[in-house]
């Protein structure tokens, strides 16, 4: 099992332009998250989705949006890229019986 | 006030020493409590839950102290390979989310 991925692995973006981070998760997992995680922060929650179809909002969710088509992936978009938003962005997945949370190796994303 | 709370460190000790990492958490409802380790560059991983009565696996050692809502990890016989940040992690609400604290750093010298 790949567990969860994300891609891409790093990216450099301009200020204005946009992309899109994928998350994919092979353990029929219901729940998955996006988290940022800054130097001195501890990961913050962006936004969530309880199951395929729903996404709903964390802790800093302004500048993002997120879309859950298809059960095993969950998209985190950046609309107009910030330097604010210069991070480390993981994925995390977990299912309803027990709280571990899975995570994926992370994006660095470095926006000029 | 931070939701989770934790000294950043770092910790520098020498193999085979004994270290204890504290946190606090400021939610009295929150339900779950757990330990994760991460590896520099890396994504976070599940150490160990954090049960009431206190857990053991192996060198590792929780408690939790509901009353003074602090949860403490104590690693004995420290190894090279227990170098990294250690993030404490509260679940507080439904939909399975979590609090992490921001880490300490744990650096183990030859």
């Known amino acids: 099992n790949a567990g969860v991925t994300q891609t891409p692995k790093f990216r450099v973006l301009k200020t204005g332009q946009s992309m899109t981070l994928l998350c994919a998760q092979d353990m029929n997992h219901e729940y998955m998250y996006w988290y940022r995680q800054d130097p001195g922060m501890g990961l913050r929650l962006i936004h969530y989705s309880v199951g395929e179809g729903t996404t709903a909002k964390g802790e800093v969710p302004d500048g993002y949006n997120v879309s859950r088509l298809k059960k095993q992936n969950f998209l985190l978009g950046l609309e107009s890229a910030a330097p604010s938003q210069t991070s480390v962005y993981f994925c995390?997945?977990?299912?309803?019986?027990?709280?571990?949370?899975?995570f994926g190796p992370g994006t660095r994303l470095t926006v000029t | 006030r931070k939701e989770v709370e934790q000294d950043p460190g770092p910790f520098n000790v020498p193999e085979g020493a004994t270290v204890a990492f504290n946190c606090t958490y400021s939610?009295?409802?929150?339900?779950?409590f757990f330990w994760y380790r991460q590896d520099c560059r890396k994504e976070p991983k599940l150490l160990m839950s954090v049960y009431s009565s206190g857990n053991e696996d192996g060198r590792f050692t929780a408690q939790l102290n509901r009353a003074s809502q602090y949860i403490s990890l104590l690693i004995r016989d420290s190894k090279l390979s227990d170098s990294a940040t250690y993030l404490c992690?509260?679940?507080?609400?439904?939909?399975?989310?979590?609090?992490f604290g921001s880490g300490t750093q744990l650096t183990v010298l030859p």
């Open positions: 992690v509260v679940r507080s609400g439904s939909a399975r989310q979590l609090t």
């Open positions: 939610n009295s409802a929150s339900q779950s």
């Open positions: 995390a997945s977990t299912d309803g019986a027990y709280y571990e949370q899975y």
